[in-house]
Antibody
């Protein structure tokens, strides 16, 4: 079955970076875009950006430009999201989620990765 | 960016009742690019409706989507116990692909 399995929880200090992975299975990896969406505790969702695993093209939300990097490894069907210069406001659950095209709905979500930024 | 506003913030209803949730876009949005998600505590969201009107695979027909101008509506015809959750709308027609703040459907 289609699955997105994310890496485990992280605790980071302010100013550090975090890299979260998302391993896809059950479908052709390069046929679907991958999004990253975060949810702060008790809050709604914030779309961070997306990557096309076929050509590694990315589209980042302006808010995260310069701080986020999304990459992929086609040999392992894994995408990565790295966020740098962490601050306390980055504490959130980070989700990867796929869509079948650039302007298509997200249909499958990963289980989420909790990232805590604390001194 | 397109701002989505959801109302009400909380809806208190009993099982068997009808739920009507609203999502308003700050600017014109093609129906093709509006989705609804359900989220339960501690879980990832689940796609319910895409393209404003189409039910996702496996979604019961008590869930339906509609549109009037820049207002989109999710209707749950008869609430089942498992439907009490938070519902979010999202637009994916204009980057950044924004979400509404959510409507919590709670048991009255």
């Amino acid at each position: 079955q289609v699955q997105l399995v994310q890496s485990g929880a992280e605790v980071k200090k302010p100013g550090a970076s975090v890299k979260v992975s998302c391993k896809a299975s059950g479908y052709t990896f390069t046929n679907y875009y991958m999004h990253w969406v975060r949810q702060a505790p008790g809050q709604g969702f914030e779309w961070m950006g997306m990557i096309n695993p076929r050509g590694a093209n990315t589209n980042y939300a302006q808010k995260f430009q310069g701080r986020v990097t999304m990459t992929r490894d086609t040999s392992t069907s894994t995408v990565y999201m790295e966020l740098s210069s962490l601050r306390s406001e980055d504490t959130a659950v980070y989700y990867c989620a796929r869509s079948s095209g650039y302007y298509e709905e997200i249909d499958i979500w990963g289980q989420g990765t909790m990232v805590t930024v604390s001194s | 960016e397109i701002v989505l506003t959801q109302s009400p913030g909380t809806l208190s209803l009993s099982p068997g009742e009808r739920a009507t949730l609203s999502c308003r876009a700050s600017q014109s949005l093609d129906s093709t690019y509006l989705a609804w998600y359900q989220q339960k505590p501690g879980q990832a969201p689940r796609l319910l409706i895409y393209g404003a009107f189409s039910r996702a695979t496996g979604i019961p027909d008590r869930f339906s989507g509609s549109r009037s101008g820049t207002d989109f509506t999710l209707t749950i015809s008869r609430l089942e116990p498992e439907d009490f959750a938070v519902y979010y709308c999202q637009q994916y027609g204009s980057s950044p692909f924004t979400f509404g703040p959510g409507t919590k459907v709670e048991i009255k």
